[in-house]
């Protein structure tokens, strides 16, 4: 069964950019352009994947982060990240981050960061 995912970055190009490269893998079943719809989200459909900018208006990556992984500890998340932002990303591995990935978002980075996260290889 394919695993479902949703999409998270409050820039909609880089949105379309990693649905565009996960749509392959996943089932994306949903969007959000900030931290408090990703919790909405998530609420409602309930993927077993996430993929979670930082920084965002609203809520972040990390506090929206911690949220989820109160509901459900065993999602998946990947954080998309500036390369610039590298305190940020160890909030975030503390937060229960599985894992990351840095802008601008190759898919290649991206797949092999999902093989290593996931129990199963992500290529089809």
């Known amino acids: 069964m394919t695993q479902r ?12 950019i ?4 996960i749509e392959n893998w996943f089932d994306v079943i949903g969007t959000a ?8 989200v998530f609420r409602e459909k309930r993927p077993e994947v996430v993929t979670m900018d930082i920084m965002m208006p609203e809520m972040n990556g990390i506090e929206a982060l ?8 065993e999602t998946t998340v990947v954080m998309v990240t500036s390369v610039s ?10 937060a229960g981050a599985d894992g990351y990935v840095t ?16 129990d199963f290889p992500v290529t089809r």
């Open 5 to 16: 995912a949703i999409v998270v970055d409050d820039s909609s190009f880089q949105r379309n």
């Open 18 to 21: 990693v649905t565009n490269t």
């Open 33 to 40: 352009a900030n931290g408090r719809e990703a919790v909405e």
């Open 66 to 73: 911690a949220q989820i992984k109160e509901i459900s500890p």
């Open 85 to 94: 932002q590298n305190e940020k990303m160890r909030e975030a591995a503390r």
């Open 103 to 118: 802008k601008p978002v190759e898919t290649e980075q991206l797949r092999e960061e999902f093989d290593d996260v996931l």
